[in-house]
């Protein structure tokens, strides 16, 4: 069955960075658009970056812009999330998401499969 794994979130303090990754498993990965969204307590699920089947393209929410890095390994079918300089306002469940769509789409419902999330936490 279909699985994406997120790990590497934690606890971080401002200016900190950390790496997610998510590992995919049962189903094409290197056919497959790869994003990440982030959800804060209160608030609707927020598009980070997205990268698409090759990793010839990426593309960036303003937020994260300059800061995060998206890239994608598809010999290890696993795509990463590089934070820098981050900010007590990047708090949040980060997820993985996958969709046939081999550009990656930019909002969320069009995303076929979903990760179970990491939670980042960044302290002032």
């Known amino acids: 069955q279909v699985q994406l794994v997120e790990s590497g979130g934690g606890l971080v303090q401002a200016g900190g960075s950390l790496r997610l990754s998510c590992a995919a498993s049962g189903f094409t990965f290197s056919s497959y658009g790869m994003g990440w969204f982030r959800q804060a307590p209160g608030k609707e699920r927020e598009f980070i970056a997205v990268?698409?089947?090759?990793?010839?393209?990426?593309f960036y929410a303003d937020s994260v812009k300059g800061r995060f890095t998206i890239s994608r390994d598809n010999a290890k079918s696993t795509v990463y999330l590089q934070m820098n300089s981050l900010k007590p306002e990047d708090t949040a469940v980060y997820y993985c998401?996958?969709?046939?769509?081999?550009?990656?789409?930019?909002?969320?419902?069009?995303?076929?499969?979903w990760g179970q999330g990491t939670q980042v936490t960044v302290s002032s």
């Open positions: 998401a996958a969709d046939q769509n081999r550009r990656g789409p930019t909002v969320a419902w069009k995303y076929e499969y």
């Open positions: 990268i698409n089947w090759n990793g010839g393209s990426t």
